[in-house]
């Protein structure tokens, strides 16, 4: 009891530390920690990962706020279209095609999910990246987004964090850079900021739904209780390093977290497939 407790405790540390440094939330780092340590439980740790990523990204949106890397215009205009889509994204995951047994299709989904965004920023690690390197003002740099624009990243953002129980932020980054234009730290700290928004809707949804499905309703808030503490120090502490590290270390710690999250998550649901066949 007491070394799960202080692994959980580690896991909630490190993930802040990457939720506050790639303004990612932190789920794709807590969901396959937890699988591994504890088992498969997907939609619990869905259920208490919504509830982390609120919690790692308030300290984090302080620290870019106080780097002055927060536009707040855009972030205004993404997050109306984001909640709409995490509502339909958590109504998703609660279909009957990933209850009980059926989870592992979510935890397949998950990690194919996974896998397709590391691909994609390994094919960026490298590239010559003018949205990157920017450091003019939103209001310098290009015009104010539209909310069509906004549309195009906040609908996949929301969607992906209630279907999968993430913050969104491994979609909102790489679309605010490649669709909008908004420099690197910029779209971190943007992402961070609309994660607060979509983490408190779905992780409301997503636990009175766990509380519906399941007599044990409190063990999601009762884990995400043990992730918090450590989780708050890291994120601090990650946000920091948003701006203190080059760019180009920033973008591979990204690659590389993705790319370890995806081949645990996919081996995960390779091997339950064996097992229930074997």
């Known amino acids: 009891m007491f070394w799960t407790l202080t692994i959980e405790m580690l896991i909630g540390l490190l993930t802040g530390t990457v939720g506050g440094m790639l303004g990612v939330g932190g789920s794709i780092v807590a969901i396959p920690a937890l699988t591994f340590v504890l088992g498969p439980d997907q939609h619990r740790y869905q259920a208490a990962a919504m509830i982390l990523n609120f919690f790692v990204v308030v300290p984090a949106v302080y620290q870019h706020r106080r780097a002055r890397a927060l536009d707040g215009w855009s972030v205004l205009r993404i997050v109306p279209s984001a909640l709409v889509a995490v509502v339909v994204g958590v109504f998703l995951s609660e279909l009957p095609i990933f209850a009980g047994d059926r989870e592992v299709y979510l935890r397949a989904l998950f990690g194919i999910f996974l896998i397709a965004v590391s691909a994609y920023e390994?094919?960026?690690?490298?590239?010559?990246?003018?949205?990157?390197?920017?450091?003019?003002?939103?209001?310098?740099?290009?015009?104010?987004?539209?909310?069509?624009?906004?549309?195009?990243?906040?609908?996949?953002?929301?969607?992906?964090?209630?279907?999968?129980?993430?913050?969104?932020?491994?979609?909102?980054?790489?679309?605010?850079?490649?669709?909008?234009?908004?420099?690197?730290r910029r779209a971190i700290a943007n992402s961070a900021?609309?994660?607060?928004?979509?983490?408190?809707?779905?992780?409301?949804?997503?636990?009175?739904?766990?509380?519906?499905?399941?007599?044990?309703?409190?063990?999601?808030?009762?884990?995400?209780?043990?992730?918090?503490?450590?989780?708050?120090?890291?994120?601090?502490?990650?946000?920091?390093?948003?701006?203190?590290?080059?760019?180009?270390?920033?973008?591979?710690?990204?690659?590389?977290?993705?790319?370890?999250?995806?081949?645990?998550?996919?081996?995960?649901?390779?091997?339950?497939?064996?097992?229930?066949?074997?």
Request: proline share 5%; aromatic share 6%; no cysteine.
């Open 193 to 278: 900021a609309l994660i607060i928004a979509t983490s408190a809707v779905g992780a409301t949804l997503k636990n009175l739904a766990y509380a519906t499905d399941h007599s044990d309703w409190t063990s999601p808030l009762q884990l995400a209780a043990v992730l918090i503490p450590t989780a708050i120090l890291g994120s601090l502490f990650g946000a920091r390093l948003t701006h203190r590290l080059p760019l180009r270390f920033v973008k591979v710690a990204f690659f590389i977290l993705l790319a370890a999250a995806a081949l645990r998550m996919v081996a995960g649901v390779v091997w339950s497939g064996i097992s229930t066949t074997g």
């Open 122 to 184: 390994l094919s960026r690690l490298f590239a010559h990246d003018r949205a990157d390197i920017s450091t003019r003002s939103p209001d310098e740099s290009r015009p104010r987004i539209r909310w069509g624009e906004a549309a195009i990243v906040a609908v996949p953002t929301g969607l992906i964090a209630g279907l999968l129980g993430v913050g969104g932020g491994i979609i909102a980054v790489p679309l605010q850079r490649r669709l909008l234009s908004i420099p690197l």
